[in-house]
């Protein structure tokens, strides 16, 4: 049995137990339990489980990880460093040492071993790889999760269509939204896991709340009509239906809900609390869910940062690429994870590694992508790229296809039509499935 | 009185350059002979003798960086991230022993004074004593925590042997020094410096640091502790380069050795006959060899050596120090004067 995609496309994702038992549940009950939260049957998790929605989870290593740690070893190498590569469930690929988790479940991921992206600042990298644009002074383009989150949205769901975790500061980037306004602007959690400000106020009825809600409706209606602008107030009107979603959902964000093993074995750092969130969110029907996990700018010390980010990383990416899995959601949910850049193949003098563009890898697992595929090649110091270079434009077309999006539908910019990808981008279709 | 070493006219006077970063280093005083070894895995040696010294690449018998090595009784004895220990002839770096000594990285390794053992430590926060002849593992001492307080991987870096050879320190990331009685394998006692360990909940949520170097006093009163102090970045060595002097027995801190030069101090020894420190390491502010007198916060004098230091020892009349870091061997001498 097949899904089609929101385009239409089929998937050829199986349809798996969980999710038709969700589906009944849905249809025949007033809540079912997602996560052991209830949530109310009309918001998007139903919709989700039926229609085949798919999401996507962004894992935004920030400040650069190691791709000679993690994706692409140089075992041997001067350049290499000291962690050893390993085997994998993908004959013939290795990935460093510190991820022996994310080694046997390399047959349901993907890696691009070949990114050139020139850009070794932070910001305008970042900028880049997280719109898939390079920048122009005529037009902001928003990131490639906003686009995501517009084309992926539940149409009358109450749930927020993005919710970004960036709990850390450094190199903490709201996503831009560009020529599509604030209106598509993510829902943001960088102070808590759990939004603020979503319980009543005390003393304050929910009837008395709705009442106020039908009210502010109201007038913001007659407001809008016949003015210009009017978008802009519909675009407000959506974000205060969603603001009842959220409340009404609120245990969503709660993981103390999770069985005390579920919780344990995302374990107890920030990543992995932020992914088991995230988890819950994107089961709920939440269409793009972003965890940034910062800092991975490792100038110095680079082994010791290493050894302490990426079992982490593996073992919290582990579990929940198996957890998705478990619960059929890994099928129709991308997971990406990317950085702004790699690190330099040459070891500075403070045991560090620098910025580096021009040869750093990716990878993906899930919706749409061809588990244990491998794309590009670098040269055996892991300084250039010596087959399937691939560029930001390339990277934020393969992640569109992969979700059924349709590279050639367009935006508008005022009048100006702007394609979803960029024009002479190519989708890396040998990690596509 | 002869001044063993005038820290004020240090002067870098020879350099042997080798691929990459040296991590250890150890001296045959009997031949002139330094050993240096580090992450292109192999052994270099220089003839002191020489009237030009280079570094010579003599054997590689490790599979990955060297990170410790002492010379004992004409054996060059290495440790490995391979997780090996292995005892090579000098004269024809062949193997002697190989050893698998920890399950991780091994760190850092020191002979007792009067070379019949070793002491060694690894990431699987171990310390383990050696017969420094035969190879064979004598005691096993386990008291150090395995994961940082966040649920991290820690590591133990450094390891030292008390002048009389009845206790071992050692010293690990988040900041803690384990003492333990050789002989009977008991934890005499345990330090607490967390000012070695920063971790960054906030801004980078992760840490830097570490206690990176230990040594007793000649007179086994007190025991340096080298590192590096509260870090404002952990992307990088951004804090002060730290030394904390501990009278070891009653567990008391007596003296804080800081400076504004960013740096870790990767390696610490005291003077031999004089009440001073030497100190070395490298960092945002760039490499450092450093001279402090024990009794005052602020160093005496600052060297700048060319690029930063790993490790560093002293000649046995204390005329000449020897350092190996990045870019390879580094050769100091002093203007030392005769009264």
Redesign the interface.
């Known amino acids: 049995m097949t899904f089609l995609s929101t385009n239409g496309h089929p998937l050829n994702r199986p349809l798996h137990r969980r999710g038709v038992l969700q589906g009944m549940l849905a249809g025949s009950a007033g809540v079912f339990g997602v996560g052991n939260v209830g949530i109310a049957k009309d918001t998007a998790t139903a919709k989700s489980a039926e229609s085949g929605q798919n999401r996507v989870l962004f894992i935004w290593l920030a400040?650069g990880a190691s791709q000679f740690e993690m994706w692409d070893p140089k075992t041997s190498r001067?350049t290499g460093g000291?962690f050893?590569s390993i085997p994998t469930a993908v004959p013939g690929y290795h990935v460093g040492e510190l991820m022996p988790k994310l080694a046997q479940q390399m047959d349901k991921m993907a890696v691009v071993r070949s990114l050139n992206t020139a850009i070794t600042a932070h910001g305008p990298a970042a900028d880049l790889i997280s719109t898939g644009r390079p920048k122009e002074p005529a037009l902001d383009y928003p990131e490639i999760g906003v686009v995501l989150a517009r084309e992926l949205a539940v149409q009358g769901s109450k749930l927020p269509d993005y919710v970004s975790f960036f709990?850390?500061?450094?190199g903490r980037r709201r996503p831009a939204t560009g020529f599509m306004g604030g209106s598509h602007a993510p829902m943001l959690l960088e102070k808590s896991m759990r939004p603020k400000d979503i319980d009543l106020p005390e003393g304050l009825s929910d009837l008395r709340h709705k009442e106020r809600e039908h009210l502010r409706n109201l007038l913001s209606s007659e407001f809008a009509r016949g003015r210009v602008g009017g978008q802009l107030v519909s675009g407000y009107n959506s974000a205060f239906a969603k603001v009842r979603g959220l409340m009404q959902s609120k245990g969503l964000f709660d993981i103390e809900q999770e069985p005390v093993t579920v919780r344990e074995r995302y374990?107890?750092?920030?990543?992995g609390q932020q992914c088991l969130a995230a988890r819950r969110l994107l089961e709920a029907g939440v269409p793009m869910v972003k965890v940034a996990?910062?800092?991975w700018?490792?100038?110095?010390?680079n082994f010791?940062?290493h050894?302490?980010?990426t079992?982490?990383f593996d073992n919290v990416l582990s579990v929940l690429l198996t957890d998705l899995d478990e619960r059929g959601l890994l099928d129709s949910t991308l997971v990406i994870v990317l950085s702004e850049f790699g690190r330099t193949p040459k070891?500075n003098?403070?045991?560090?590694r620098d910025h580096y563009a021009a040869a750093w890898s990716c990878a993906f697992a899930g919706c749409g992508i061809k588990g244990g595929a491998v794309h590009g090649k670098t040269d055996a110091d892991g300084k250039t790229v010596v087959d399937g270079q691939a560029n930001a434009s390339d990277i934020a077309a393969t992640i569109y296809r992969a979700v059924g999006i349709d590279l050639q539908k367009e935006y508008h910019s005022g009048l100006r039509p702007v394609p979803i990808a960029k024009e002479d981008a190519k989708p890396l279709d040998g990690i596509l499935a | 009185m002869k001044t063993a070493f005038d820290p004020t006219k240090a002067k870098l006077a020879t350099t042997c350059e080798v691929?990459?970063?040296l991590y250890a280093l150890c001296y045959d005083a009997e031949q002139g002979t330094l050993y240096g070894a580090g992450?292109?895995w192999s052994v270099y040696c220089v003839d002191l003798n020489a009237e030009k010294p280079v570094a010579e690449k003599k054997w590689t018998n490790h599979k990955?960086?060297v990170s410790a090595v002492a010379f004992v009784d004409g054996n060059v004895i290495t440790g490995s991230?391979d997780q090996q220990l292995i005892w090579t002839k000098a004269e024809t770096g062949k193997p002697v022993h190989v050893v698998d000594a920890h399950d991780g990285?091994i760190r850092d390794l020191a002979a007792f004074p009067d070379g019949k053992r070793l002491a060694s430590v690894g990431d699987d926060m171990l310390v383990k004593l050696w017969n420094a002849e035969t190879g064979q593992l004598l005691n096993t001492f386990d008291g150090h925590a395995k994961q940082?307080p966040?649920?991290?991987?820690t590591?133990l870096y450094a390891v030292a042997i008390a002048p009389d050879g009845k206790h071992i320190a050692s010293g690990d990331r988040i900041g803690n020094v384990c003492l333990w009685e050789v002989e009977t394998g008991k934890l005499a006692g345990k330090l607490h410096a967390p000012t070695f360990y920063t971790y960054d909940?906030?801004?980078?949520?992760?840490?830097?640091g570490?206690i990176r170097s230990l040594c007793f006093s000649p007179d086994n009163k007190t025991l340096a502790i080298a590192g590096i102090g509260k870090v404002t970045n952990?992307?990088?060595?951004?804090g002060p380069c730290r030394v904390e002097l501990w009278d070891w027995q009653s567990g008391k801190r007596t003296a804080t050795c800081q400076d504004k030069h960013k740096a870790?101090l990767n390696h610490v020894a005291f003077h031999p006959t004089e009440d001073r420190l030497i100190v070395a390491g490298?960092?945002?502010s760039g490499?450092i060899l450093a001279f402090w007198d024990a009794k005052k916060e602020q160093p005496i004098h600052k060297a700048k050596p060319k690029?930063?230091i790993q490790r560093f020892l002293l000649d046995g009349n204390g005329q000449r120090l020897f350092a190996a870091g990045?870019?390879g061997f580094q050769v100091w001498t002093s203007d030392a004067t005769s009264n």
């Open positions: 400040g001067e000291p050893r709990l850390s500061t450094e374990g107890r750092t920030a990543f996990r910062g800092f700018d490792s100038h110095h010390d010791e940062s050894r302490e980010l079992p982490d070891i003098k403070d045991v560090g | 691929p990459g970063i992450s292109d990955n960086y991230y990285w940082t966040q649920g991290y991987a590591a909940p906030r801004t980078r949520v992760r840490s830097i570490g952990v992307d990088g060595f951004v870790v490298g960092g945002d490499g690029g930063h990045y870019g």
